[in-house]
């Protein structure tokens, strides 16, 4: 009868987890800023999703990921106690993920750069002190989910991220929340089978583009450590790649300031609203919105995308086009 049942999951288990790993310690690292740090703030634009499989936040505020570094897979929880974070660390990649925790955190960043010259900035700004942004210092893990948000609602991105790491992906090491997953390794993303990635709803142009990009992916990982805009040419490099998913990747793994998203739907229309009262702003008129903060251009975004003020829907949103039902 071997093989013929899936083993079952330990009484008290979570499902995911490794069993035998959940009284497992790991490596511990405290860091404490110089200044108010928002760990949701700091951490948000990394999740993929509410449903994302590498990342989790807990009732407790506590932050959950789960990366592939460059000494294999790791996980990491994160806690703010006061004025200092504790990060607690699991599996191979797990010194490299502590390592990497104060410029993860926004240690390099330097909010007191943005001088801000609209009221609307200057009042985001007083009231959202901890924001800092993130430098993950990983290519890979900010560059494939980039590229399966091209050209399509958040839903099905999200739902496509999600669907491919739980399936190829690994388990998180250590004690994880239940179906956390690393994302899968290079070699593993350029053998999904065709039928995958089209029941996943991602079509031909995009998966063709991630393929293009596991095949060089030490070469793309290598931009980790070079400056923001000399990493975008690297990434455009590769057919299927523009500014827009270049400038969405090293916001996140550089942490770059003045790395503004160009060629987005919303993005526009919501700067030129907040900014100069034109919800039917492009690219061009956002740009010279944000030219009086040249240097901290995606910081200034991002303050007003945590404004709140955006111009009211005028249209029914965009449906998904579920292809994997065709």
Do not use: N
């Amino acid at each position: 009868m071997a093989g013929r049942f899936a083993p079952r999951t330990p009484r008290g288990a979570v499902r995911g987890e490794i069993p035998g790993q959940a009284l497992a310690p790991g490596r511990v690292r405290v860091w404490v800023p110089d200044g108010p740090l928002d760990l949701g703030l700091v951490l948000g634009p990394l999740r993929r999703g509410p449903g994302d499989p590498t990342f989790r936040t807990m009732p407790d505020g506590s932050v959950w990921r789960a990366s592939r570094t460059p000494a294999g897979p790791g996980t990491l929880r994160v806690t703010a106690r006061g004025g200092e974070l504790r990060g607690e660390a699991w599996g191979p990649g797990a010194e490299w993920l502590l390592e990497q925790l104060p410029r993860m955190l926004g240690a390099e960043d330097d909010p007191a750069a943005f001088v801000p010259r609209h009221r609307l900035l200057a009042f985001t700004a007083h009231r959202r002190p901890g924001l800092r942004l993130a430098r993950t210092g990983l290519v890979l893990e900010s560059l494939i989910p980039s590229v399966l948000e091209q050209k399509v609602t958040t839903l099905e991105a999200y739902q496509a991220w999600r669907l491919l790491v739980r399936k190829f992906g690994e388990p998180a090491p250590g004690p994880a929340p239940g179906r956390m997953c690393v994302m899968p390794s290079a070699r593993t993303w350029a053998l999904i089978p065709s039928w995958e990635w089209h029941l996943a709803g991602v079509d031909d142009k995009r998966a063709s583009t991630i393929l293009r990009v596991v095949r060089v992916a030490a070469r793309l990982e290598e931009a980790a450590g070079m400056e923001p805009a000399a990493a975008q040419e690297r990434l455009e490099l590769v057919s299927g790649i523009g500014p827009w998913t270049s400038a969405e990747t090293v916001q996140r793994s550089h942490g770059a300031p003045d790395a503004v998203t160009v060629g987005d739907l919303h993005l526009p229309g919501i700067v030129g609203f907040a900014l100069g009262g034109d919800r039917y702003a492009d690219d061009a008129e956002m740009l010279r919105l944000l030219e009086p903060y040249a240097g901290q251009r995606h910081r200034a975004a991002r303050l007003v995308l945590l404004s709140g003020r955006v111009p009211g829907r005028r249209a029914p949103r965009m449906a998904p086009r579920g292809i994997e039902r065709l």
